[in-house]
């Protein structure tokens, strides 16, 4: 079942000789419980792309349908209430809050949002993250691994239906990137949930189910193959 739609989106910025086409004509579709990498050089438009997955910004033209409904249309105090039930978020930058413990950030967002925190599952977030010593301690006192773990955590625990993950390994060395992804990709699969995740960064693409390449705003490839192969699958595919 497809939990993700993109039709035709284009998100233009400036008029004239200024405009940039940030993307130019999207059409995806992800499967609910996929983890799909999105990857291309700086400027390619994965963020444009992710904003608008995540209703953070509206296209130029075109649609997204999350669970079938189509997010460019609402409004934004719809739009809010949408992020809120249905998109988790995690950044470069962890963006936990100093002066809160692990655990009170965790929660943070469903508190927020005036929802009972479903403590079962949250502890099940939580010893799969291997966050459970460290509940007490203050964000100040995690290394930066540690810190996007509670944020993955705290992503998670809102039961969000699809996680949208911005270069989420970018601040953390090689080894620490593979091992958070690698949780990030284990809860994903232990709590049904469909990630899409931007990155520059192959070797971290290559954890996912599925590679999307985008080059000036649009798809150029499909797949977990490389451009060669996939001149070569385009060559097999005889119709
Ligand atoms: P990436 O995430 O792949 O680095 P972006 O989605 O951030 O790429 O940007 C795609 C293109 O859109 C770039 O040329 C960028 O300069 C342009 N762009 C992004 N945001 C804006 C904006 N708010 N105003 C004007 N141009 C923008």
């Known amino acids: 079942m497809k939990v993700l739609v993109t039709d035709n989106l284009k998100k233009y910025y400036g008029t ?38 995540g209703g953070l910004d ?3 033209s075109g649609k997204v349908f999350v669970d079938d ?24 930058s962890y963006n936990l809050v100093p ?5 009170e950030n965790i929660v943070l967002p469903i508190e927020l949002d005036g929802n009972t925190v479903d403590k079962a599952y949250v502890d099940r977030v939580i010893a799969v993250l291997g966050l459970k010593e460290k509940l007490e301690s ?8 540690q810190q996007q773990r509670v944020a993955i955590a705290r992503a998670l625990a809102a039961k969000p239906t699809i996680l949208l993950a911005d270069e989420p390994t970018g601040n953390l060395d090689s080894r620490t990137s593979q091992d958070v992804l690698g949780l990030l990709k284990v809860t994903g699969e232990k709590f049904g949930q469909t ?31 490389s451009d ?3 001149s070569l699958k385009g060559g097999e595919a005889d119709e």
């Open 16 to 53: 004239g000789e200024n405009q940039v086409k940030a993307l130019d004509g999207v059409n995806l579709k992800v499967e609910r419980g996929e983890f799909l990498a999105i990857v291309g050089t700086s400027g390619s438009g994965k963020s444009t792309l992710l904003h608008m997955l």
């Open 58 to 60: 509206c296209p130029t």
């Open 69 to 92: 409904k189509d997010i460019s249309a609402l409004k934004d105090d719809a739009l809010c209430v949408f992020r809120r039930r249905k998109i988790g978020f995690v950044f470069q």
């Open 99 to 103: 002066v809160l413990n692990v655990y």
């Open 138 to 145: 203050l964000p100040s006192q995690l290394s930066g691994g």
């Open 195 to 225: 990630i899409v995740m931007i990155t520059h960064n192959e070797e971290i693409a290559q954890l996912a189910d599925r590679i999307i390449r985008i080059e000036d705003g649009r798809i150029l490839g499909d797949g977990r193959i």
């Open 228 to 230: 060669n192969d996939r």
